[in-house]
């Protein structure tokens, strides 16, 4: 891939371009020293991914990446020195960034392996043919459209770039409930997973936790996915985690849990998929899956997309019974789920 450095110290500068030149598959489109050069060089000559510094001089890495989300997309990884710095990673990912790293050797000796990895994962996604995927017909039986919330229905929710905002987004109209328990599958490292559930609680009123090995599903809560491994549910109903499929370019894969909680005994008509922001198809067949079995299904609409490719998918591909923004989706949910006289306090 033809991949951009910006980054205003020359000494990660120059790690960046050393270590993508020991790789031997990628090459160095341009270096950019601030956000504000690097918008104007992604104008004039748009690479396959950009390897952006979260805070510079000028123009930081957050407003960066939305202006050249805005002008001339592109894969966008934030790697920075300063990985702690929840509130900025996540702005963001908000902002159209797929995902965030630490910057090689200036971050308690974080391994450019890691790095080169991390760009492999990516590399898919970028590499993505832009061709529509097959029609399918959802069965006229299916009992979406006037499918009624139970006491325990789940809401899963499938969110990569630009998931953090929407999100936030999403849940400023949807009040905590007893009526549903939450799954979040977000696009993520494992590193920044624990961060991102702390940050992503601060911003929402309802509680977020992680979606640990073995618990159940929290009526009111929102669990999230952990990294690496692709979280489903056991026969018993509790969470779960499994290397398999290995070949997925994102771990945790929206596409798996969306798949398995279709087919799941415990969970058959008491199920809700949504799938948000990101770039590629993961989620769309598993959305699709999710109403064939007569789930309800929606997803977001392009105009309040960061990257709008696995809404896209789940649209082209019949998956999607609702296309809506998140403040919509939200609205909907707390319509679905009943009233404020219902919600928790």
């Known amino acids: ?5 910006v980054n205003d110290l020359l000494l990660a500068t120059e790690a960046l371009r050393r270590l993508l030149a020991s790789d031997g598959r990628h090459t160095v489109a341009w270096i950019a020293h601030d956000g504000e050069e690097a918008v104007a060089r992604c104008a004039e000559d748009r690479p396959d991914l950009i390897l952006m510094d979260l805070q510079m001089p000028r123009l930081d890495g957050i407003e960066a990446t939305r202006r050249i989300m805005a002008q001339s997309p592109c ?6 020195a300063t990985p702690d710095d929840c509130e900025g990673v996540f702005r963001a990912m908000g902002a159209g960034a797929l995902d965030v ?4 050797a200036l971050s308690g000796g974080a391994d450019g392996g890691a790095l080169l990895r991390k760009i492999a994962r990516i590399e898919p996604l970028v590499r993505l043919p832009e061709r529509a995927a097959r029609p399918q017909l959802v069965s006229a039986t299916a009992p979406t459209e006037h499918a009624q919330a139970t ?3 789940l809401v899963a ?4 770039t630009g998931g953090p ?5 999403l849940f400023e109209t949807w009040t905590p409930t007893p009526e549903a328990s939450v799954v979040l599958v977000q696009h993520i490292d494992r590193r920044f997973a624990p961060s991102f559930i702390g940050w992503l609680g601060t911003q929402i009123a309802w509680p977020v ?10 009526p009111g809560q929102v669990s999230v996915a952990l990294g690496d491994d692709h979280l489903l549910l056991d026969a018993r109903g509790r969470f779960a985690y499994t290397v398999e499929p290995a070949d997925y370019p994102y771990r945790p894969s929206v596409d798996v849990f969306f798949a398995n909680l279709a087919s799941h005994p415990r969970r058959v008509g008491k199920a809700l998929g949504i799938l948000l922001t990101g770039m590629g198809r993961d989620g769309a067949s598993g959305l699709y899956a999710l109403r064939q079995s007569g789930c309800p299904t929606l ?3 392009e105009a309040s997309c960061a990257v709008y490719g696995m809404p896209a998918a789940a649209v082209r591909m019949g998956a999607a019974e609702r296309v809506l923004s998140p403040t919509q989706i939200g609205a909907w949910l707390q319509r679905r789920f009943g009233n404020s006289s219902r919600s928790m306090t």
């Open 165 to 169: 905002a929407a999100l936030v987004s």
């Open 157 to 160: 929710i499938g969110a990569s």
């Open 151 to 153: 006491p325990d229905t």
């Open 1 to 5: 891939m033809r991949i951009a450095i």
């Open 209 to 218: 936790t992680a979606a640990m090995p073995g618990a159940l599903p929290q």
């Open 75 to 80: 894969a966008i990884l934030m790697v920075t």
């Open 299 to 301: 997803a977001q609409d």
């Open 101 to 104: 790293t630490a910057t090689p």
